[in-house]
């Protein structure tokens, strides 16, 4: 029986293929060929019909210059993250060793002059000139080394969190959120976490000497996109991010403690509500869209725009920022979502003109009268009294503008954003940022302050002749995997004592803040979290679901050689950052430069560098201190850098991925050809060189091993 549904599922399963590929196809797409986007039509005549009827152009010529620019492919934009130091020296870097011949290579790629090559361009509106726009496809990447070579570059950098690949118009919510160390922040629909990686950078960038008292909250409705929120954040290394799994549109009231002790709602200072959308404004990235767009896709999203945008300015503080944000053209999403929230809201929420904010941005105004279109009959409709009976449950009247012009002129529709393809030459995009300015009409008779019972407490032991409750089945409140808890040390952890000793931590520093996630058998990893992020973390276990916190500080040394007798964990690199000020200099080795870049070249495990090879001034620091792990610092008025290592009987190592030795390196000015991944140019001229030398009898013998590696290597993307 078992088999025949299988056989039955998979029949429907190829019906429903079929179908949708005759869909397709009716559509003027070939069916079979849909997976390749240079060969979808990317025409659409309702998507024509339809937004050159809400006139989002000004005239003819602009809308036939934005149509050319949406039918167009997206340039690569990325920009450098990190501190301002680091972040300079990295930018320098770039535009020294990999743009300086670019427009040379791709005009002797593509046999044109090189005046017809668009040169790599500066980002002009991103802060500190940070933030860049290249045009190259992979099939150039594949075709030149030198472009390899900087394809290569960006994915190391990028895995180890000092460049974001991300696309232009993305990065500007973050911008114009106007993030300080101090803020609590929730991001609404974070996944899949570039914004978040662009926040959180603010918010340690804000803030010098230790990890920012602010904090974090990325949240996503989809249990399997958290975790790609977990693989963003943990690139940058950051104490201060918590990820949840929650609807944004009922996302939960949160509590924290106060100075005080008291326990109180969690305000935000900060929201970012990159809603979900209809996506139309990504065409450029994402050419299916061309052939499945329809009218109807923005009046069903208004809904729950509108739901997610109420619930955010809830858990907004008075006086807060939300910044609302959508990847579509439709007015339906972006300006009717605004004009009905502050109708509803009436005068305690308000557009902030962020026009200041932007210098070198070209955009639109928002819009302040559009129409709605029946997705059936394609008829536009002006006036919500003018619409059938039919449409009542599709078309709802905050759809529409307000009718009122000085209402309409009150509600300053003009002060959100519209980024149209052909502006800045990037995707489509909305913003409009709101503050409020008091209490929400429907809230403020409310009581703001939570009961103690709103925190799950253990339960108590009963009198034995107590008759026990009936059982009752438990709800799975929750989807998804199961998450390991949280438990935090206390102020006496016996575990901390050795290693505050070990690496002479100050007494200012909190063990409280330090957890593990599990207490069965020795712990494996100790992780550090903020002071905020442990009071969200400890107030709210029970009222949301946790996906991850904290960055790893210590981890346990399992090797005979390397377990001492006075602490059982290392230095974890991923923690430096954040607990290197606590750290005193009982375990602080300061290096030269070129002890630094030696060490990071030498990092095999197998053959450390012996101490005999440093120079006089670390050899005797390091001779000082017992064999266990340590600090290396480099420190110049230009660059301050960290290193976990490990000091052996006779050798030391750096203990860092390969990624962040590549990264300090080439921060370091040094040569960093031995990490660069052997591409597919050297293994043609080895093999070239290999056929030259050797005599034909052995040619058949070679080309059977090697040319089928070489075969193999090109067809590689």
Same mark, same amino acid.
């Given at each position: 029986?078992?088999?025949?549904?299988?056989?039955?599922?998979?029949?429907?399963?190829?019906?429903?293929?079929?179908?949708?590929?005759?869909?397709?196809?009716?559509?003027?797409?070939?069916?079979?060929?849909?997976?390749?986007?240079?060969?979808?039509?990317?025409?659409?005549?309702?998507?024509?019909?339809?937004?050159?009827?809400?006139?989002?152009?000004?005239?003819?010529?602009?809308?036939?210059?934005?149509?050319?620019?949406?039918?167009?492919?997206?340039?690569?934009?990325?920009?450098?993250?990190?501190?301002?130091?680091?972040?300079?020296?990295?930018?320098?870097?770039?535009?020294?060793?990999?743009?300086?011949?670019?427009?040379?290579?791709?005009?002797?790629?593509?046999?044109?002059?090189?005046?017809?090559?668009?040169?790599?361009?500066?980002?002009?509106?991103?802060?500190?000139?940070?933030?860049?726009?290249?045009?190259?496809?992979?099939?150039?990447?594949?075709?030149?080394?030198?472009?390899?070579?900087?394809?290569?570059?960006?994915?190391?950098?990028?895995?180890?969190?000092?460049?974001?690949?991300?696309?232009?118009?993305?990065?500007?919510?973050?911008?114009?959120?106007?993030?300080?160390?101090?803020?609590?922040?929730?991001?609404?629909?974070?996944?899949?976490?570039?914004?978040?990686?662009?926040?959180?950078?603010?918010?340690?960038?804000?803030?010098?000497?230790?990890?920012?008292?602010?904090?974090?909250?990325?949240?996503?409705?989809?249990?399997?996109?958290?975790?790609?929120?977990?693989?963003?954040?943990?690139?940058?290394?950051?104490?201060?991010?918590?990820?949840?799994?929650?609807?944004?549109?009922?996302?939960?009231?949160?509590?924290?403690?106060?100075?005080?002790?008291?326990?109180?709602?969690?305000?935000?200072?900060?929201?970012?509500?990159?809603?979900?959308?209809?996506?139309?404004?990504?065409?450029?990235?994402?050419?299916?869209?061309?052939?499945?767009?329809?009218?109807?896709?923005?009046?069903?999203?208004?809904?729950?725009?509108?739901?997610?945008?109420?619930?955010?300015?809830?858990?907004?503080?008075?006086?807060?920022?939300?910044?609302?944000?959508?990847?579509?053209?439709?007015?339906?999403?972006?300006?009717?979502?605004?004009?009905?929230?502050?109708?509803?809201?009436?005068?305690?929420?308000?557009?902030?003109?962020?026009?200041?904010?932007?210098?070198?941005?070209?955009?639109?105004?928002?819009?302040?009268?559009?129409?709605?279109?029946?997705?059936?009959?394609?008829?536009?409709?002006?006036?919500?009294?003018?619409?059938?009976?039919?449409?009542?449950?599709?078309?709802?009247?905050?759809?529409?503008?307000?009718?009122?012009?000085?209402?309409?002129?009150?509600?300053?529709?003009?002060?959100?954003?519209?980024?149209?393809?052909?502006?800045?030459?990037?995707?489509?995009?909305?913003?409009?940022?709101?503050?409020?300015?008091?209490?929400?009409?429907?809230?403020?008779?409310?009581?703001?302050?939570?009961?103690?019972?709103?925190?799950?407490?253990?339960?108590?032991?009963?009198?034995?002749?107590?008759?026990?409750?009936?059982?009752?089945?438990?709800?799975?409140?929750?989807?998804?995997?199961?998450?390991?808890?949280?438990?935090?040390?206390?102020?006496?952890?016996?575990?901390?004592?050795?290693?505050?000793?070990?690496?002479?931590?100050?007494?200012?520093?909190?063990?409280?803040?330090?957890?593990?996630?599990?207490?069965?058998?020795?712990?494996?990893? +100790?992780?550090?979290?903020?002071? #905020?992020? &442990?009071? /969200?973390?400890?107030?709210? %276990?029970? $009222?949301?679901?946790?996906? !991850?916190?904290?960055?790893?500080?210590?981890?346990?040394?399992?090797?005979?050689?390397?377990?001492?007798?006075?602490?059982?964990?290392?230095?974890?690199?991923?923690?430096?950052?954040?607990?290197?000020?606590?750290?005193?200099?009982?375990?602080?080795?300061?290096?030269?430069?070129?002890?630094?870049?030696?060490?990071?070249?030498?990092?095999?495990?197998?053959?450390?560098?012996?101490?005999?090879?440093?120079?006089?001034?670390?050899?005797?620091?390091?001779?000082?201190?017992?064999?266990?792990?340590?600090?290396?610092?480099?420190?110049?008025?230009?660059?301050?850098? +960290?290193?976990?290592?490990?000091? #052996?009987? &006779?050798? /030391?190592?750096?203990?860092? %991925?390969? $990624?962040?030795?590549?990264? !300090?390196?080439?921060?370091?000015?040094?040569?960093?050809?031995?990490?660069?991944?052997?591409?597919?140019?050297?293994?043609?001229?080895?093999?070239?060189?290999?056929?030259?030398?050797?005599?034909?009898?052995?040619?058949?013998?070679?080309?059977?091993?090697?040319?089928?590696?070489?075969?193999?290597?090109?067809?590689?993307?």
């Amino acid at each position: 029986m078992g088999r025949n549904r299988k056989k039955n599922k998979n029949q429907l399963a190829r019906k429903n293929k079929e179908k949708k590929l005759e869909r397709i196809a009716a559509k003027g797409v070939d069916a079979r060929a849909g997976q390749h986007y240079h060969e979808i039509v990317r025409e659409n005549e309702n998507f024509m019909m339809y937004y050159k009827h809400q006139k989002i152009c000004k005239n003819e010529d602009e809308w036939n210059e934005f149509l050319t620019a949406l039918r167009s492919d997206l340039p690569s934009t990325f920009r450098v993250t990190g501190s301002k130091k680091e972040a300079q020296l990295l930018n320098e870097a770039i535009k020294k060793d990999f743009l300086t011949e670019y427009v040379s290579v791709v005009a002797e790629l593509h046999k044109v002059d090189k005046s017809e090559v668009k040169p790599p361009r500066c980002i002009s509106w991103y802060p500190g000139g940070l933030a860049w726009e290249l045009n190259f496809t992979r099939q150039d990447i594949r075709r030149s080394e030198a472009l390899n070579r900087l394809h290569n570059f960006l994915v190391t950098e990028t895995n180890s969190g000092n460049i974001s690949r991300q696309e232009s118009v993305s990065m500007i919510p973050p911008l114009v959120l106007d993030v300080h160390s101090h803020h609590k922040i929730l991001d609404m629909c974070a996944a899949p976490g570039s914004k978040t990686a662009q926040i959180i950078e603010a918010l340690h960038n804000d803030h010098e000497g230790g990890p920012p008292t602010g904090f974090v909250i990325a949240n996503d409705v989809d249990n399997k996109r958290c975790y790609m929120l977990v693989h963003q954040s943990k690139r940058l290394n950051s104490p201060c991010c918590l990820i949840v799994n929650a609807d944004a549109s009922v996302f939960p009231k949160l509590t924290m403690r106060n100075a005080e002790g008291k326990l109180e709602y969690l305000k935000f200072d900060r929201i970012l509500a990159d809603v979900p959308c209809s996506g139309d404004g990504t065409m450029r990235k994402n050419p299916d869209i061309w052939t499945r767009w329809s009218i109807g896709q923005g009046n069903s999203l208004h809904g729950l725009q509108y739901r997610i945008l109420k619930r955010g300015l809830e858990l907004l503080e008075t006086g807060g920022r939300l910044v609302y944000s959508t990847c579509s053209l439709n007015p339906v999403e972006n300006e009717a979502v605004i004009s009905h929230m502050l109708q509803e809201c009436e005068d305690s929420v308000e557009l902030v003109d962020v026009s200041g904010e932007l210098e070198g941005l070209r955009y639109n105004r928002g819009m302040e009268n559009w129409d709605v279109c029946d997705n059936t009959e394609k008829k536009f409709y002006s006036d919500p009294d003018d619409m059938p009976e039919r449409l009542a449950s599709i078309i709802r009247p905050c759809m529409f503008p307000p009718k009122d012009p000085e209402v309409l002129k009150n509600l300053h529709l003009e002060r959100c954003i519209r980024i149209l393809p052909h502006h800045n030459n990037t995707g489509a995009f909305f913003v409009a940022v709101l503050q409020k300015t008091k209490p929400l009409p429907w809230r403020r008779n409310e009581d703001e302050v939570p009961s103690e019972q709103f925190i799950e407490k253990p339960i108590q032991e009963e009198s034995r002749d107590a008759a026990p409750p009936p059982a009752k089945k438990r709800k799975n409140e929750y989807t998804g995997f199961k998450e390991d808890p949280f438990f935090f040390f206390n102020k006496d952890e016996p575990m901390f004592k050795d290693i505050k000793t070990e690496y002479d931590i100050s007494d200012d520093f909190q063990p409280e803040n330090l957890l593990r996630r599990s207490l069965v058998g020795k712990t494996k990893y +100790i992780y550090y979290v903020t002071e #905020g992020t &442990r009071n /969200v973390i400890s107030c709210n %276990e029970k $009222n949301i679901k946790i996906i !991850n916190a904290g960055i790893k500080a210590f981890t346990r040394c399992y090797s005979k050689q390397a377990v001492t007798n006075r602490c059982d964990f290392r230095l974890a690199q991923e923690g430096l950052p954040s607990l290197s000020s606590y750290i005193g200099p009982k375990r602080r080795i300061f290096v030269t430069k070129d002890d630094l870049i030696h060490l990071l070249k030498n990092m095999d495990p197998t053959n450390p560098p012996e101490i005999s090879e440093v120079s006089q001034k670390m050899k005797d620091q390091l001779n000082k201190i017992e064999p266990g792990s340590c600090i290396l610092t480099y420190e110049t008025d230009e660059l301050n850098l +960290i290193v976990a290592a490990w000091k #052996g009987v &006779r050798t /030391v190592r750096a203990y860092t %991925e390969v $990624n962040d030795a590549v990264h !300090n390196l080439r921060l370091l000015g040094a040569d960093v050809s031995q990490y660069a991944e052997q591409n597919k140019f050297k293994k043609i001229e080895s093999v070239e060189k290999i056929n030259e030398d050797q005599p034909e009898s052995e040619l058949k013998e070679t080309n059977g091993t090697n040319g089928n590696e070489m075969s193999q290597e090109n067809t590689e993307v």
